[in-house]
């Protein structure tokens, strides 16, 4: 006797998950006209019975994705703006709806939700950056397909756009040493995204490698980024580092102005590199060299990442790294100490 075709089947044959088929053939919608045509035929081929809900054919299914993240990052208008501008555009690109909304620092503590989400009103969503582990995870509990940009973490299972972060700093710190510094100061808060505890990550990766011990006095793990902060670390220094690797612009930018402030020449006395390539590193004198962040690339490949999950929603989560790219600069320079 003939074995009956099933669902399964189909998916197993295209490569897909098997609710995608059944989206497909009930006629719902979060599959595209060309993978639903393609189902459709291979249905045909295999002898699948299904009723057809006869649905008018489509130049392009109206999807729609949300986008969120804290009013924090909207503020960053100089870093994560151009994530925004990326995703903007592509959605238009490709006829997806754009739903934007910030969330505020009431709705992060007490876990509301965008109307969008709670409603279900979006095929997808989009969270940029860090909020909150637990307000992740309930977006996430909504069933929604999301896809996370310049955030992880174990207890989130999401699909995400990263920086390889580690990689880059251990980069970063190689080009340091590479260049004759043997003390290196790191400075940043890594309690505050999980970026700069992998960017310290990498830094002390380097360090290990070259047989270069870790100084305790030259780490400034949790020095907020304010110039006072960083310009205190600095001066109470009995004995100033003379390679400098910081999270990001900002606390390059601080840091030079600090050193500068103390009588030292920048990269005559200390090299400084950051990271991101913002504004900051590049009107900063002299010129801070810096671990450049693809943002566009971001944004493009968050929202190509997300259509795939909508029609694959049961395929395993994926971390995406990017990695960054390092341009030279007056702000460091061979050390003439040792």
Same mark, same amino acid.
């Given at each position: 006797?003939?074995?009956? #075709?099933?669902? /399964?089947? #189909?998916?197993?044959?295209?490569?897909?998950?098997?609710?995608?088929?059944?989206?497909?053939?009930?006629? $719902?919608? *979060?599959?595209?006209?060309?993978?639903?045509? %393609?189902?459709?035929?291979?249905?045909?081929?295999?002898?699948?019975?299904?009723?057809?809900?006869?649905?008018?054919?489509?130049?392009?299914?109206?999807?729609?994705? *949300?986008?969120?993240?804290?009013?924090?990052?909207?503020?960053?208008?100089?870093?994560?703006?151009?994530?925004? !501008?990326?995703?903007?555009?592509?959605?238009?690109?490709?006829?997806?709806?754009?739903?934007?909304?910030?969330?505020?620092?009431?709705?992060?503590?007490?876990?509301? +939700?965008?109307?969008?989400?709670?409603?279900?009103?979006? =095929?997808?969503?989009?969270?940029?950056?860090?909020?909150?582990?637990?307000?992740?995870?309930?977006?996430?509990?909504?069933?929604?397909?999301?896809? %996370?940009?310049?955030?992880?973490?174990?207890?989130?299972?999401?699909?995400?756009?990263?920086?390889?972060?580690?990689?880059?700093?251990?980069?970063?710190? $190689?080009? !340091?040493? =590479?260049?004759?510094?043997?003390?290196?100061?790191?400075?940043?808060?890594?309690?505050?995204?999980?970026?700069?505890?992998?960017?310290?990550?990498?830094? +002390?990766?380097?360090?290990?490698?070259?047989?270069?011990?870790?100084?305790?006095?030259?780490?400034?793990?949790?020095? #907020?980024?304010?110039?006072?902060?960083?310009?205190?670390?600095?001066?109470?220094?009995?004995?100033?580092?003379?390679?400098? +690797?910081?999270?990001? =612009? *900002?606390? *390059?930018?601080?840091?030079?102005?600090?050193?500068?402030?103390?009588?030292?020449? #920048?990269?005559?006395?200390?090299?400084?590199?950051?990271?991101?390539?913002?504004?900051?590193?590049?009107?900063?004198?002299? /010129?801070?060299?810096?671990?450049?962040?693809?943002?566009? !690339?971001?944004?493009?490949?968050?929202?190509?990442?997300? !259509?795939?999950?909508?029609?694959?929603?049961?395929?395993?989560?994926?971390?995406?790294?990017?990695?960054?790219?390092?341009?030279?600069?007056?702000?460091?320079?061979?050390?003439?100490?040792?």
């Amino acid at each position: 006797m003939k074995r009956k #075709i099933t669902m /399964q089947d #189909i998916a197993d044959k295209l490569g897909i998950s098997k609710n995608s088929v059944s989206q497909a053939l009930s006629g $719902k919608s *979060g599959v595209s006209e060309e993978t639903r045509q %393609l189902i459709e035929q291979t249905a045909k081929e295999l002898g699948y019975v299904y009723k057809s809900k006869n649905i008018p054919p489509k130049k392009e299914r109206n999807i729609c994705i *949300g986008l969120i993240a804290t009013d924090f990052a909207f503020s960053l208008k100089a870093f994560f703006g151009e994530i925004f !501008l990326a995703i903007e555009e592509s959605c238009m690109k490709n006829g997806i709806t754009l739903n934007i909304q910030s969330v505020s620092q009431e709705a992060k503590e007490k876990l509301i +939700l965008p109307d969008f989400i709670r409603e279900k009103k979006v =095929d997808g969503i989009i969270i940029v950056s860090h909020i909150r582990t637990e307000y992740i995870k309930k977006v996430i509990a909504t069933g929604i397909p999301t896809v %996370l940009i310049d955030h992880h973490h174990p207890l989130i299972d999401a699909d995400a756009i990263l920086t390889n972060n580690r990689f880059a700093a251990y980069m970063a710190t $190689k080009y !340091l040493i =590479d260049l004759g510094h043997k003390e290196i100061a790191f400075v940043g808060n890594i309690d505050f995204s999980p970026s700069y505890y992998e960017r310290m990550e990498g830094y +002390l990766l380097a360090l290990r490698e070259e047989n270069i011990t870790p100084q305790k006095n030259f780490m400034f793990m949790n020095v #907020i980024e304010e110039n006072k902060a960083v310009d205190i670390c600095i001066q109470s220094l009995e004995r100033v580092p003379t390679g400098w +690797l910081c999270v990001n =612009d *900002g606390y *390059g930018f601080m840091v030079c102005t600090s050193l500068k402030n103390r009588g030292l020449k #920048i990269p005559n006395d200390a090299s400084v590199i950051n990271f991101d390539n913002g504004q900051l590193s590049q009107i900063s004198q002299p /010129q801070i060299t810096t671990m450049a962040i693809h943002l566009n !690339l971001y944004g493009k490949k968050a929202v190509e990442q997300l !259509l795939w999950r909508i029609n694959n929603p049961n395929e395993p989560k994926q971390e995406i790294l990017f990695p960054a790219t390092l341009i030279k600069r007056e702000s460091t320079g061979k050390c003439s100490k040792y």
